[in-house]
């Protein structure tokens, strides 16, 4: 429902009708629409996660088929999850900055997310021998800002943007 109606237009009573629940049962396990969404946008987090560990952990050093690997696996991630997902999260951003108590709201769980993220990061940089040339948290802070934008532009530009933001993220690690 958030994909096909937007995050703001979807309500709990389409999400429990799509989902063959009631709304009661819905408000039994989130507290908020908001709590909702972070829910649901921490499985995709959690789908990406697994399959970037799955190729950094295959990984003994960073070179052009790295690249073109973890390219590969993002851009066939992006197709599955489609750019609805994507521009969903552009307009929850939105939403989150128009409205500051819902943002209030949903800082730990987002929180949470980018210290996660960074230590997936550091472990990754640790597991090729690098050395991160800023905090991890900045990194994930910037990787989370980027990487709907990348799945956009990438598919509204018909232009393959995934390659070489990776070699831009590249360049905040000093590789042996």
């Known amino acids: 429902m958030f994909a096909e109606k937007g995050f703001t237009q979807a309500t709990l009573d389409d999400i429990a009708h799509a989902a063959g629940f009631t709304k009661g049962a819905i408000y039994k396990h989130f507290g908020t629409k908001e709590d909702l ?18 190729v950094v952990s295959a990984v003994t050093e960073v070179g052009a088929r790295e690249l073109d690997e973890v390219a590969r696996r993002w ?17 929850f951003t939105l939403y989150l900055l128009r409205n500051p108590e819902a943002r209030e709201r949903v800082e730990s769980k987002r929180s949470e997310v980018v210290e996660e993220l960074a230590r997936f990061i550091v472990e990754g940089v640790d597991h090729v021998g690098g050395t991160l040339l800023i905090p991890p948290s900045t990194f994930a802070h910037v990787l989370i800002a980027t990487s709907d934008s990348v799945v956009l532009g990438s598919q509204l530009d018909d232009v393959d943007l995934y390659r070489p933001i990776l070699e831009m993220y590249l360049s905040v690690i000093k590789l042996p």
Not at 37 to 54: I, K, P
Not at 75 to 91: F, I, N, T, V
């Open 75 to 91: 851009r066939e991630l992006s197709r599955d999850r489609g750019a609805e997902h994507a521009a969903l999260g552009h307009e």
């Open 37 to 54: 969404f972070l829910a649901v946008s921490d499985r995709h987090w959690r789908r990406y996660f697994d399959n970037f560990a799955e």
